[in-house]
């Protein structure tokens, strides 16, 4: 029997249900994250790279070389917490610093080829970790979650362009 789709609620039990399906997410995606990472260094103790250097090849594979201060712009961090990750990743000869071509006062970091190397190994091993995962699921959770990723991706886009997403109480001021 198909499930029938849920009412829409209106007014302030519209605002609790979306501030209850934003927590719901909000502790799934947590709790996925949380449990790759640990199960990430359980399976493959060799990796020990930080998250937030993670981050940051991710974003150098997406777009190098990039200005110290982009990268923090675009992670939301401060430009010294970036440029000590990015000190620590020179040392570990993941990262390179150069003077930027366009404008020789500044200073841009790309990636090396170890660094996409340690990027795509760190890949590898969560794929290899979800699909095991995935395998293991029931073949209807299965394609619910695999029919979800367009929609996460969007999720994640829109995220990405907003900045910080506007509450129902900020959205009038």
């Known amino acids: 029997m198909p499930q029938q789709p849920r009412p829409v609620p209106s007014g ?5 249900a ?3 399906d934003a927590h ?6 947590t709790r996925l994250r949380r449990a790759l990472r640990s199960s990430i260094r359980t399976d493959y103790p060799w990796e020990t790279l930080p998250m937030a250097q993670v981050e940051l090849l991710q974003v150098l594979a997406e777009a190098s070389p990039a200005r110290v201060t982009d990268l923090a712009a675009r992670q939301r961090l401060a430009t ?3 440029s000590g ?7 570990a000869g993941l990262v390179t610093r150069d003077v930027d071509a366009a404008n020789r006062r500044r200073s841009v970091v790309a990636l090396t080829p170890a660094g996409r190397e340690q990027l795509t190994a760190w890949s590898r091993a969560h794929e290899h970790r979800l699909d095991a995962a995935l ?3 029931a073949a209807p959770d299965r394609d619910i979650v695999l029919a979800a990723v367009p929609a996460l991706f969007r999720l994640a886009e829109h995220l990405d362009t907003t900045g910080t997403a506007d509450t129902p109480d900020d959205a009038g001021a």
């Open 135 to 137: 395998a293991a699921l």
């Open 85 to 91: 990750l990015i000190g620590q990743m020179i040392e």
């Open 18 to 20: 979306g501030v209850a």
């Open 24 to 29: 719901q997410l909000t502790e799934a995606v």
């Open 12 to 16: 302030p039990a519209a605002r609790a």
């Open 80 to 82: 010294s917490t970036v």
